[in-house]
């Protein structure tokens, strides 16, 4: 694989981060958990979950990888000009509502820090399928995302996103990719991989066009689709938000690993 085919993606190895770091993450997560348990537990068309998981009734469900073997997130951002597909297969209805996870992270020239894009904005894309790859687009979105902490994956804040979808997109076979538009330069949407799938993805990125693969740089993304919408009620987010910008450290370390390519 060359330099340029080492799609822009990251992850983060957990053991780069000082032991006090770790420790005040982990005491910051289950704060976290509590405050979102008793004050901001989101009810919705999805019912009460802690923000990590698909509703059982999902169309199509792949979870968010927490931090476990494979763990990788993605620039999907429209400034950035790569973006990730995850094909989607035997969906059997009009899908009516999305959910995904990721974060934002802006590159301070050693590596990558979280930055707050908070609501996001975000287009919403779905593509028949044409010889295992994305073909045509079937339906597009333009939505707002607020999105709401649900969690620490190494070190990071890990975010959840949802959007309803009117009028839902009929899609079989195909699919789906989530991208950034807020036009932020210096503030780029990281996608979540998901350890649910086949293992594989496609990216289109200004230097390659599409590429698809399997494996490391490519692993599934995280998505939720239902056939019916979302309407999340107001939540706690200032909570969420003060809590973390106070307890967790400054994140340091790089997002890229290494593997970090424009």
Excluded at 117 to 123: A, E, K, M, V
Excluded at 218 to 243: E, H, M, N, Q
């Amino acid at each position: 694989m060359t330099a340029q085919e080492r799609i822009v993606g990251a992850f983060v190895d957990r053991a780069s981060r000082p032991r006090g770091a770790r420790a005040a993450g982990l005491v910051t997560a289950l704060a976290l958990a509590m405050l979102v348990s008793t004050v901001c537990n989101t009810v919705d068309a999805f019912g009460q979950d802690p923000g990590q998981t698909c509703p059982p009734e999902a169309l199509f469900s792949q979870p968010p990888n927490l931090g476990g073997e494979g763990w990788e997130i993605y620039v999907s951002d429209s400034v950035a000009g790569y973006f990730r597909y995850e094909a989607v297969r035997s969906i059997s209805a009009p899908v009516c509502g999305v959910r995904w996870w990721g974060l934002h992270a802006t590159d301070s020239g050693t590596g990558f820090v979280e930055c707050d894009d908070n609501p996001g904005s975000f287009r919403i894309t779905f593509y028949g399928d044409s010889q295992s790859r994305p073909g045509a687009v079937v339906c597009s979105y333009a939505v707002e995302a607020d999105g709401k902490a649900v969690g620490e994956v190494n070190g990071w804040v890990l975010y959840q996103y949802q959007a309803s979808l009117d009028p839902c997109c009929a899609l079989t076979d195909g699919w789906v990719s989530v991208m950034a538009t807020d036009g932020i330069p210096s503030c780029w949407f990281f996608w979540n991989s998901s350890p649910v799938g086949d293992d594989s993805a496609c990216q289109r990125n200004p230097i390659n066009g599409l590429v698809c693969g399997t494996g490391q740089h490519y692993r599934d993304l995280s998505l939720c689709l239902t056939d019916f919408p979302v309407s999340v009620k107001p939540s706690a987010w200032g909570a969420i938000k003060s809590l973390y910008r106070n307890s967790i450290p400054t994140t340091s370390a790089p997002l890229d690993g290494g593997v970090f390519d424009r």
